[in-house]
């Protein structure tokens, strides 16, 4: 499977496929393009593999939309990003989508 961002319903985004050293620059760069709206929820739960690099992607995309005044969330996290977060302490940094 190609990993891609894609424009899922509404003011959703969605994640497929591995994040990793290999295409986090490509992703990073097609997802901020996709930011174009406040609220925006961006969903994980199609992440197959990542790497400590996917963590500098979803800051670099939080980092973009504070810059434009925006909000945005993450859901459904996968537990192997999730461990990698809260490993390198950065979990108070990321917007998790309220239920």
């Not at 990542?50 to 973009?64: H, T």
């Amino acid at each position: 499977m190609a990993t891609e961002v894609i424009r899922s319903e509404g003011s959703q985004l969605s994640v497929k496929g591995s994040v990793t050293i290999n295409n986090v620059v490509a992703l990073a760069a097609q997802g901020i393009a996709l930011l174009d709206r406040d609220n925006l929820v961006i969903d994980l739960k199609e992440v197959s593999e990542v790497d400590s690099s996917a963590i500098c992607m979803l800051l670099e995309w939080q980092r973009e939309a504070s810059r434009r005044n925006w909000r945005m969330y993450f859901a459904n996290m996968p537990h192997n990003l999730k461990s990698l977060v809260q490993l390198y302490g950065v979990a108070e940094l990321i917007s998790w989508q309220r239920s």
